[in-house]
């Protein structure tokens, strides 16, 4: 069982930047792809990104890449999304989410609490 807890949401002009963090427990972080996905309000959730265990593997998003950055830190079991040139449309609650890497970006296996996110224009 993995449980992830994220961090850093919060309220922010279009245009800025937000550092997303999601701390996992167990002792097989570096076993599991780490991603992120947003849902915004009456939309469904969608995938965001994506990184594989050593982290030498990163799926973007059309609409974040150039934007947004995942990395982690398999020491600390974290994974951190840096949000930058932030827009409205990105407003959402991001879900920090743990599975294999094939199948991440469809189906986790392990989902945090999610995190809002608001941007202002």
């Known amino acids: 069982q993995v449980q992830l807890v994220e961090s850093g949401g919060g309220l922010v002009q279009a245009g800025g930047s937000l550092r997303l963090s999601c701390a996992a427990s167990?002792?097989?972080?570096?076993?599991?792809?780490m991603g992120w996905f947003r849902q915004a309000p009456g939309k469904e959730r969608e995938f965001v990104v994506a990184?594989?265990?050593?982290?030498?593997?990163?799926d973007y998003a059309d609409s974040v890449k150039g934007r947004f950055t995942i990395s982690r830190d398999n020491a600390k079991n974290t994974v951190y999304l840096q949000m930058n040139s932030l827009k409205p449309e990105d407003t959402a609650v991001y879900y920090c989410?743990?599975?294999?890497?094939?199948?991440?970006?469809?189906?986790?296996?392990?989902w945090g609490q999610g995190t809002q996110v608001t941007v202002s224009s």
């Open positions: 989410a743990a599975g294999g890497m094939g199948t991440i970006t469809r189906s986790p296996n392990y």
């Open positions: 167990g002792r097989t972080f570096s076993s599991y792809a």
């Open positions: 990184i594989s265990g050593s982290g030498g593997r990163i």
